[in-house]
């Protein structure tokens, strides 16, 4: 089994759209307790990597085949400080970004709903800043204002969007992910 049940999400989404590949490096926000990091890592395989940061700690993973491939950031993704770290964490290629951030519940949506799309708009300018040309984005968002202007944003940058509620998420039906497949062009790095 995994360590949370949004692993089944991942695993959805990642049947659903091929988001991850073999041999990929992939970078997932709002990674504890880590079950997206356990799907993550199966799903690149022993040539991947895979970096993880929360502002929680992400306990030791144990994985058949080991975890040398698993890294973990305990940080603040709104700081950047903390992009920093992952930038560096990932030394320069990067195929894939994921995030499932997600704020701590007011139970007020509209608030809710706000900081939701903030950690997906933090999530978005990360993939822009760390994904190669032909890289993949999914990023969760609480439905509401200002959910179409990120995806006409998303639309923007690749060659493919799609919006989707996985099963394994229906009880809060608020919730959708965006799959953002392709990125057009690639990070300008220092020395490009
Ligand atoms: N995908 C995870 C899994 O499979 O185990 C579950 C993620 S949980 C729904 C959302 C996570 O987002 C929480 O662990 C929370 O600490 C993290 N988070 C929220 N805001 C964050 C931020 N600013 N920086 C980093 N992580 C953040």
């Keep these: 089994g995994y360590r949370s049940r949004a692993a089944y999400k991942l695993k959805q989404l990642d049947d659903l759209e091929n988001v991850i590949s073999g041999g990929d490096t992939v970078v997932d926000l709002g990674a504890a307790p880590g079950g997206w990091l356990e799907v993550a890592a199966e799903r690149v395989g022993p040539q991947g990597r895979v970096i993880g940061v929360d502002l929680q700690r992400i306990k030791d993973l144990e994985m058949p085949g080991g975890t040398d491939r698993i890294e973990t950031i305990r940080g603040d993704m709104t700081e950047d400080r903390t992009r920093d770290r992952v930038t560096d964490a990932a030394a320069g290629s990067v195929d894939v970004v994921v995030s499932d951030m997600a704020p701590n519940m007011s139970g007020e949506y509209s608030l809710d709903q706000a900081r939701s799309l903030h950690l997906a708009r933090q999530a978005f300018e990360t993939a822009l800043d760390l994904l190669d040309s032909g890289g993949n984005f999914l990023v969760k968002v609480f439905d509401g204002p200002d959910v179409d ?39 300008v790095r220092e020395g490009d």
Excluded: C, M, N
């Excluded at 965006?178 to 990125?183: Q, V």
């Design 149 to 187: 202007a990120l995806r006409a944003d998303l639309e923007g940058e690749f060659q493919y969007v799609r919006a989707t509620a996985p099963d394994a998420s229906r009880e809060s039906s608020s919730e959708l992910y965006f799959i953002a497949k392709g990125r057009l062009t690639g990070p």
